[in-house]
Nanobody, 114 residues
Framework: QVQLVESGGGLVQPGGSLRLSCAAS????????MSWYRQAPEKERELVAS????????NYPDAVKGRFTISRDNAKNTLYLQMNSLKPEDTAVYYC???????WGQGTLVTVSS
């Protein structure tokens, strides 16, 4: 059974940083590309970063490019999202996702506010 447990969210001031983690289990982590998504209130879930199985390629939408960095540790079955220069519009619940599978974690709330 695929399990994804996100952590690291919280309240941060504009311009601040947070590092999210996603602990994965129930599948062969190193075989799958992974992604981070976010969903703000009354908005659709959107992709914020993706990474290939061996970290050779990463992709970001323009809204977060240069501020967010996705990474993974295949030895620890863990996915990360380093978020810098946070803006109020980054406020959302952040989810990790296994590319090609339907499982989602419970998400972790990031609030950017002064």
């Amino acid at each position: 059974q695929v399990q994804l447990v996100e952590s690291g969210g919280g309240l941060v001031q504009p311009g601040g940083s947070l590092r999210l983690s996603c602990a994965a289990s129930g599948f062969i982590f190193r075989n799958y590309g992974m992604s981070w998504y976010r969903q703000a209130p009354e908005k659709e879930r959107e992709l914020v970063a993706s990474i290939s199985s061996l970290s050779r390629t990463t992709n970001y939408p323009d809204a977060v490019k240069g501020r967010f960095t996705i990474s993974r540790d295949n030895a620890k079955n863990t996915l990360y999202l380093q978020m810098n220069s946070l803006k109020p519009e980054d406020t959302a619940v952040y989810y990790c996702h296994v590319n090609g599978l339907t499982a989602w974690g419970q998400g972790t709330l990031v609030t950017v506010s002064s």
